[in-house]
């Protein structure tokens, strides 16, 4: 989940004046996976490519249109209940509440 992933990183290290971009970069790339790795897995890990590759991420992955879209479309293909259990419930308040509150936090 790129949003609760990036905020964490940034309060981590991105803000964090005591560690070098060198350091900053080793933890960008090891929290990656994915489509999202791929992004980023061929750029060496150097104080210079650090920001390179920051700044390619968030120009991919902080689109709000896109960002909101995503969401939506992830609501419209919510798996039917079909036989409701205690857990198929539990399961389908959970998914739709987690995109509700994405959705709200984007505005």
Same mark, same amino acid.
């Given at each position: 989940?790129? !949003?609760?992933?990036? =905020?964490?990183?940034?309060?981590?290290?991105?803000?964090? *004046?005591?560690? =070098?971009? +060198?350091? $900053?970069?080793?933890?960008?790339?090891? %929290?990656?996976? %994915? !489509?999202?790795? =791929?992004? +980023? *897995?061929?750029? !060496?890990?150097? @104080?210079?490519?650090?920001?390179?590759?920051?700044?390619?991420? +968030?120009? #991919?992955?902080?689109? *709000? %249109?896109?960002?909101? #879209?995503?969401?939506?479309?992830?609501?419209? #293909?919510?798996?039917? +209940?079909?036989? !409701?259990?205690?857990? #198929?419930? $539990?399961? /389908?308040?959970?998914?739709? @509440?987690?995109? =509700? $509150?994405?959705? *709200? @936090? /984007? %505005?």
């Amino acid at each position: 989940d790129w !949003p609760s992933y990036i =905020d964490t990183f940034n309060s981590l290290f991105h803000n964090n *004046k005591e560690i =070098d971009d +060198v350091l $900053r970069f080793h933890h960008l790339k090891s %929290g990656l996976s %994915g !489509p999202t790795a =791929d992004i +980023v *897995k061929n750029f !060496p890990i150097t @104080a210079e490519n650090y920001i390179v590759a920051y700044d390619e991420l +968030v120009r #991919q992955y902080e689109n *709000k %249109g896109l960002t909101i #879209q995503s969401h939506i479309c992830s609501l419209l #293909q919510t798996p039917k +209940v079909n036989c !409701p259990s205690a857990t #198929q419930l $539990r399961n /389908l308040h959970h998914h739709v @509440a987690s995109h =509700d $509150r994405a959705l *709200k @936090a /984007l %505005g």
